[in-house]
């Protein structure tokens, strides 16, 4: 995705619904803000204590399915048009998937009766959202990313499994959970993979630095490893072959992560912030790995979490970031507000993994501060971010 794409030339409504990346990062930001702490909330007042359905089901979801799929949403209707040279869904079609994704969330929090309808209002969204992105790359004849569309309907899969199961047996759908975070992690292996290197080359060309490593064989080998390791963890969850193949192919993706060149970025967070990110869902893999390998040491929970919190957490909020600069006009530079809420972020998400390690009492309130900090960090990107999303692209300077 890059930062030169102008709106549709006839769009003349209001400028949030002139691209995607406007009302859905937005939009995710505030649900990050909101439903992690109502979450929180439920967690320590008990089953029954609040009037909204805010407990381990509703946290799961909403972070995978619902703020994952809100910010998706966002980075594609963006990319897509760059990727394929048709005009970018704007205008009343925009609005009405913001209205499809809203509901979901509405209906999610509230859990009304029947329960089958709440599944059916909520699992909506990301049915339509792939079959847009099918119809788009198929009308654009861009094959290369026929695989972003199948990671899209996987993921719309996962999350009518998600629904199906608590509608039959209820419980935590474990399965479909892992599913929805390994397509999740796949995705930004993906898409990260090829925007880090390159947005990392562009900035260094100009200053006669040493150039991140072409796409090579090892790159290849990273994707192909990684996909096998997270469909193993996906369908037969902690087996031996699965784990060590996560942890195997967590181990390339830091090589293939070094040869880019990050410790070169230092002087600009936009582009270190991406390396970060994909460090975080490296970590995620070695760690989901070493839990399925030594469960008395790691606790699956810091896995999950490095790969939630961490990996997704952080590199959303990187591309969030940068796209919503280089989309309305504003020069690609971090500012001191910027800095602040990736910090906030990286905090709390390093504190979230490392909780499960601590005694009872400290882990508690580890989990506590971890949730305060990473909400806090996306409630930031809403108030730093949303006058800009929602304003008119500003000319670029003469």
């Known amino acids: 995705m890059t930062p030169t794409i102008k709106p549709k030339r006839d769009y003349r409504g209001h400028p949030l619904f002139s691209y995607g990346f406007r009302p859905f990062f937005l939009l995710s930001a505030i649900w990050a803000a909101i439903a992690i702490p109502l979450w929180i909330a439920?967690?320590?007042?008990?089953?029954?204590?609040?009037?909204?359905?805010?407990?381990?089901?509703?946290?799961?979801?909403?972070?995978?399915?619902?703020?994952?799929?809100?910010?998706?949403?966002?980075?594609?209707?963006?990319?897509?048009?760059?990727?394929?040279?048709?005009?970018?869904?704007?205008?009343s079609p925009l609005v009405l998937l913001v209205l499809l994704w809203t509901a979901g969330r509405i209906a999610m929090v509230l859990g009304t009766e029947p329960i089958w309808i709440v599944s059916l209002i909520e699992a909506?969204?990301?049915?339509?959202?792939?079959?847009?992105?099918?119809?788009?790359?198929?009308?654009?004849?861009?094959?290369?990313?026929?695989?972003?569309?199948?990671?899209?309907?996987?993921?719309?899969?996962?999350?009518?499994?998600?629904?199906?199961?608590?509608?039959?047996?209820?419980?935590?759908?474990?399965?479909?959970?892992?599913?929805?975070?390994?397509?999740?992690?796949?995705?930004?292996?993906?898409?990260?993979?090829?925007?880090?290197?390159t947005f990392t080359r562009n900035w260094l060309a100009g200053q006669s630095k040493s150039l991140p490593a072409q796409h090579g064989k090892l790159d290849d080998l990273c994707l192909i490893l990684s996909l096998g390791a997270l469909a193993g963890w996906t369908i037969l969850e902690s087996t031996g072959v699965?784990?060590?193949?996560?942890?195997?192919?967590?181990?390339?993706?830091?090589?293939?992560?070094?040869?880019w060149r990050g410790e070169l970025t230092m002087a600009e967070p936009l582009l270190i912030a991406l390396h970060v990110g994909y460090l975080w869902t490296a970590s995620a893999l070695v760690l989901i790995g070493l839990a399925g390998l030594a469960p008395a040491h790691v606790p699956a929970v810091a896995g999950t979490h490095a790969a939630g919190a961490g990996a997704v957490g952080v590199m959303t909020l990187a591309v969030m970031t940068r796209a919503s600069l280089g989309h309305t006009g504003r020069a690609?530079?971090?500012?001191?507000?910027?800095?602040?809420?990736?910090?906030?972020?990286?905090?709390?998400?390093?504190?979230?993994?490392?909780?499960?390690?601590?005694?009872s009492?400290?882990?508690s309130q580890a989990?506590?501060?971890?949730?305060?900090?990473?909400?806090?960090?996306?409630?930031?990107?809403?108030?730093?971010?949303?006058?800009?999303?929602?304003g008119a692209r500003i000319a670029p300077p003469a």
């Not at 799961?60 to 048709?86: C, D, K, N, Q």
């Not at 989990?367 to 006058?387: D, E, I, R, T, V």
Request: aromatic residues 8%.
């Open 124 to 197: 909506a969204f990301l049915v339509v959202l792939a079959g847009l992105v099918w119809r788009e790359i198929i009308a654009g004849h861009n094959g290369r990313n026929l695989k972003v569309a199948a990671a899209v309907t996987a993921l719309a899969v996962a999350n009518i499994g998600f629904h199906a199961v608590v509608l039959t047996s209820g419980g935590l759908p474990q399965m479909a959970i892992r599913a929805g975070l390994s397509v999740l992690i796949f995705l930004i292996l993906l898409v990260g993979g090829r925007i880090t290197p």
């Open 242 to 259: 699965a784990s060590v193949l996560l942890v195997v192919s967590g181990l390339l993706n830091v090589m293939r992560l070094l040869r």
């Open 332 to 359: 690609l530079h971090a500012g001191s507000g910027t800095v602040a809420i990736y910090a906030l972020v990286n905090l709390g998400a390093l504190i979230r993994v490392a909780a499960p390690f601590l005694d």
């Open 42 to 91: 439920s967690h320590s007042l008990g089953p029954g204590a609040m009037s909204v359905n805010a407990g381990i089901v509703f946290h799961v979801h909403e972070m995978v399915f619902g703020y994952g799929s809100a910010v998706l949403a966002g980075f594609l209707l963006t990319a897509i048009p760059s990727w394929t040279g048709r005009r970018p869904v704007c205008g």
């Open 361 to 363: 009492p400290i882990q």
């Open 367 to 390: 989990n506590h501060w971890a949730a305060a900090l990473w909400a806090g960090g996306f409630a930031g990107f809403a108030l730093l971010y949303g006058p800009r999303l929602i």
